[in-house]
């Protein structure tokens, strides 16, 4: 799909990204699980390009709200991690068929939908953050989902800690995405327009997410967004195949 997009189809798509944004915007997650199926029934190539590079203003939204709050010393642990994961899937995705990305990209989908649902709360220690920094950057570079780590990390910790470090650790995992697959050849200014163009969508979901933040408990948004994903991934992988 080239930037000649229908108008239907960019409604739909920023109708997606407000949902997305507005539970991410309450919870402190959710974006990425909820849009990327969804953008990708539309068309693989909302994702993980665009995806990425429009809920990057988002992350840097919401740590304007509260970046007094961020816990630096997690952060530490976990950017450098990511930068390696980042680079790994980096090389995977250029060596990736383009017919099989239908496939793999949902299946990676359910994989942390999987992960999320199942895998009991790590506790923060050095290793756990590092071994997390790793699979956030493998994921959201392959699939534009880098959140599906750190919601097993950081279930259990408070929201007014969890919002602020993990937009500030999505922040830097969008960037560091966008970078290798810019150098991969697989990101260009086509998609960063592409992205741009859902950015009223995210803006809109935004202002709406801070309005309802204090009647979005952390229970009813993780329901929307697994139940979101799952379906999402299980309608795109049935599509491919």
């Excluded at 919870?27 to 190539?45: N, Q, R, V």
């Excluded at 980042?86 to 999987?114: K, W």
């Excluded at 590092?130 to 699939?143: F, N, Q, R, S, Y």
């Excluded at 697959?181 to 960063?192: P, Y």
């Amino acid at each position: 799909m080239e930037l000649t997009q229908t108008i239907s189809s960019l409604v739909v798509a920023n109708a997606i990204v407000i949902f997305g944004s507005l539970v991410q915007t309450s919870t402190g997650m959710g974006f990425g699980m909820i849009a990327a199926p969804l953008l990708a029934l539309i068309s693989l190539e909302y994702v993980p390009g665009p995806m990425l590079f429009v809920n990057l203003f988002l992350s840097l939204l919401m740590l304007g709200d509260s970046r007094t709050y961020v816990v630096h010393k997690e952060v530490a642990l976990l950017m450098p991690a990511i930068v390696i994961g980042t680079a790994i899937a980096a090389v995977v995705v250029t060596m990736m068929p383009a017919r099989m990305l239908g496939i793999v990209f949902p299946s990676l989908i359910l994989c942390a939908v999987a992960v999320t649902i199942f895998a009991r709360a790590l506790v923060l220690t050095t290793r756990n953050l590092v071994i997390c920094g790793v699979a956030v950057g493998l994921m959201g570079t392959a699939t534009g989902i880098p959140g599906g780590p750190l919601v097993v990390l950081y279930q259990n910790e408070p929201l007014e800690k969890t919002r602020p470090t993990m937009a500030l650790v999505f922040t830097f995992s969008y960037i560091t995405s966008l970078v290798a697959l810019a150098l991969a050849g697989v990101f260009d200014m086509g998609q960063a327009l592409l992205g741009l163009l859902m950015l009223p969508g995210l803006i809109l979901g935004y202002v709406i997410g801070k309005r309802v933040r204090g009647h979005m408990s952390r229970a009813l948004g993780r329901f929307l967004m697994l139940s979101i994903a799952a379906s999402g991934a299980l309608l795109l992988l049935i599509k491919s195949l």
